[in-house]
């Protein structure tokens, strides 16, 4: 299944496997503002929304980055920023400056996602691409499979531990990338499928883009399924919290790792039995089946078993999803600007997600739940028609890649 990829794929797979060990922070930190800091739904909604406006810019230099420096020093540079924000993390009472020092955690992480992105595609022809990308996906989901569960348990009392263990953890992903990743020396591909993918030196990425109208719907489309995918991430965890009570950390933590193991055991099936299904049918999918998960958990509300059955399907969207992005990109972009474009995906993305998160807050400020969940569900659905007509109008555009 994922033989025959360049020696250099699995090293920085590995590297993404032992990072997702230790993240047992981040998906926490709507809990840590709840539980531990006392903030209101409405409260966390706006510090959430305000770090992914502040983040808009650094996915633009982090693509920037991608396209005109070493990508895989760009890694281990991001990467030790991190290492030492949540290390000082561990070592100080929890306040404000905790909170800003995930923040920069989380977008050094944000930041050196072009470059992985870009040198994953790099080291690949057009046919081994999502067999990059997917084991890619699958490691990450790996290493995540029991740090939220362990993240949960920690937050009452031994969340310094948790920062501690989210530091040595990408310390040690840092320290392998660098002595291990030796030639990142872009392959050669000559195929038809490549015909889009030719280096434009010297144009700008508006240029490239105003050309290319089908990437800016898609990255709408992805954008879309990024924002409601958030609600995992905000929505769900005030209800589980508020359902709950001080259980509801722990639900959430275990709730995140069935989200983990359903992503190792289905990413390698989905690649293997859906290898002729394009990326935009695979990205309409994802949203519809996220949409089906999250009116689950919302019309079952109370009952922990279904939370589970809930997020299994939810997560068959994530896997259809995360599958589709990034082969769709590389294979509609110029080579040249592989960086820069994901940059601007980023910027879209964390945008529409602000923007949404702070309208599902208020909501759920001035009504109830039941109405949040609501709006939800109706502008998920829209996405879904969104995902319908890029499937129409993308085999207009990009006829090579249906022959």
Not at 153 to 176: E, K, M, N, P, R
Not at 268 to 276: A, E, G, S, W
Not at 364 to 392: E, H, N
């Amino acid at each position: 299944m994922y033989k025959g990829l360049r020696r250099e794929n699995y090293i920085l797979c590995f590297g993404r496997l032992v990072t997702a060990m230790g993240a047992m922070v981040w998906p926490m930190l709507t809990m840590i503002l709840s539980q531990k800091m006392g903030m209101s739904a409405e409260h966390i909604a706006w510090v959430m929304s305000a770090f992914g406006i502040l983040s808009l810019p650094t996915n633009l230099i982090g693509g920037k980055m991608a396209d005109h420096f070493n990508k895989k020093m760009n890694i281990v540079f991001l990467d030790s920023i991190s290492v030492v924000c949540y290390v000082i993390c561990a070592v100080i009472p929890l306040s404000a400056v905790s909170i800003i020092l995930m923040f920069i955690a989380a977008t050094s992480q944000n930041m050196e996602q072009p470059s992985y992105n870009a040198i994953t595609a790099d080291l690949t022809v057009t046919d081994d691409r999502e067999r990059a990308y997917s084991l890619q996906y699958l490691c990450t989901n790996l290493g995540f499979v029991m740090s939220p569960t362990i993240g949960g348990f920690l937050l009452q009392d031994y969340l310094w531990l948790a920062f501690l263990l989210s530091g040595t953890a990408i310390g040690c992903s840092t320290v392998l990338i660098f002595f291990l990743v030796k030639d990142i020396t872009p392959m050669k591909d000559t195929s038809q499928k490549a015909f889009y993918q030719t280096s434009r030196e010297g144009e700008g990425i508006w240029t490239v883009l105003k050309e290319n109208k089908m990437i800016i719907l898609y990255i709408l489309a992805v954008s879309g399924f990024y924002a409601t995918y958030q609600m995992y991430n905000y929505l769900m965890p005030l209800d589980l919290a508020r359902i709950h009570g001080g259980s509801g950390a722990v639900i959430f933590g275990s709730i995140t790792s069935v989200n983990c193991i359903v992503v190792v055991i289905f990413t390698p099936l989905i690649t293997r039995m859906f290898p002729k299904v394009s990326d935009t049918v695979k990205t309409m999918l994802g949203q519809a089946l996220l949409v089906a998960g999250f009116a689950m958990f919302w019309l079952f509300a109370g009952r922990i078993p279904v939370y589970y059955i809930a997020m299994v399907i939810l997560t068959w969207g994530e896997v259809f999803s995360m599958l589709a992005e990034s082969p769709y990109l590389t294979k509609r972009m110029p080579a040249s600007h592989r960086g820069r474009i994901n940059g601007v995906e980023g910027v879209l993305r964390t945008g529409i997600t602000s923007v949404y998160q702070l309208l599902i807050g208020f909501i759920y400020g001035i009504g109830t739940s039941d109405a949040a969940w609501a709006a939800v569900l109706i502008t998920g659905s829209l996405f879904v028609v969104l995902c319908f007509v890029l499937i129409v109008e993308d085999k207009k555009v990009y006829k090579n890649l249906y022959l």
